[in-house]
């Protein structure tokens, strides 16, 4: 079983600071991690995943993670805040379960990003 | 393409009421889900495909069912609504992938269902 802690409800940044979400997970096999973004009103948009090739992932729009398996942890990060950074943020796990998840990810509880001018 | 289309967008349903939400996606992807957003709570799985013909339930399956006869829709099915249903519905689709790592889930835009 596989579950995603995700710290930090709502975080609140100045434009041009750095950004910081954090992610913990546990998961009984290898996990796949992944970090989603959603507009309002809009679906998810996948941001950046880790599969074991690489611990420091890069993503789209300046965001990257990094996996920390003595932590348990993925947490997310952009050095500098744009205002159009605010959303919500989902961190996601899927089982490496014999190399294939079936599509079937558990999300954390979402984390909204507010930037200020 | 398209992608991942669902309708409705809106729906207000009366307890007791039937209603089914449509979903289809013209990718030809193995995998589709249907997830619910609700606050505080991200998204949970409701019920999840492999292919046409097969189905399995996900972490929040009761009151819903799902069917999958072709690869491109994936139908979620509320028997008999309950206020506890009210919330965003989302489905997703994704290939098999390489059998070694995931492939990336696509998101339709969401169905907001309100149960009065």
């Known amino acids: 079983a596989q579950s995603v802690t995700q710290l930090g409800s709502h975080v609140s940044v100045s434009e041009g600071a750095l950004v910081l979400l954090r992610c913990n997970y546990s998961?009984?096999?290898?996990?796949?991690l992944f970090w989603y973004v959603q507009y309002p009103n809009q679906g998810l948009q996948l941001l950046l995943k880790?599969?074991?090739?690489?611990?420091l992932v890069k993503g789209i729009n300046g965001f990257e993670a990094e996996f920390k398996k003595s932590e348990t942890s993925f947490h997310l990060t952009k050095p500098s805040a744009h205002m159009s950074d605010a959303a919500e943020y989902f961190c996601?796990?899927?089982?490496?379960?014999?190399?294939?998840?079936?599509?079937?990810?558990?999300f954390g509880q979402g984390t909204i990003l507010t930037v200020h001018p | 393409n398209a992608g991942v289309t669902q309708t409705p967008k809106f729906q207000v349903l009366k307890t007791g009421q039937s209603m089914t939400l449509q979903c289809a996606q013209d990718?030809?992807?193995?995998?589709m889900s249907w997830y619910r957003q609700d606050p505080g709570m991200g998204l949970r799985l409701i019920h999840y495909?492999?292919?046409?013909?097969?189905?399995d339930q996900g972490e929040v399956p009761n009151g819903y069912n799902v069917s999958r006869s072709t690869t491109e829709d994936f139908p979620l099915r509320l028997l008999s609504a309950a206020p506890s249903q009210t919330s965003v519905y989302f489905c997703?689709?994704?290939?098999?992938?390489?059998?070694?790592?995931?492939?990336?889930?696509?998101f339709g835009p969401g169905t907001r269902l309100t149960v009065t």
């Open positions: 997703a689709s994704s290939y098999a992938g390489t059998g070694r790592e995931p492939d990336e889930q696509y």
């Open positions: 998961s009984s096999v290898p996990p796949y």
């Open positions: 880790y599969t074991s090739a690489a611990t």
């Open positions: 996601a796990v899927s089982a490496n379960a014999g190399g294939t998840s079936y599509g079937k990810l558990t």
């Open positions: 990718m030809n992807h193995e995998y």
């Open positions: 495909s492999v292919g046409a013909g097969i189905t």
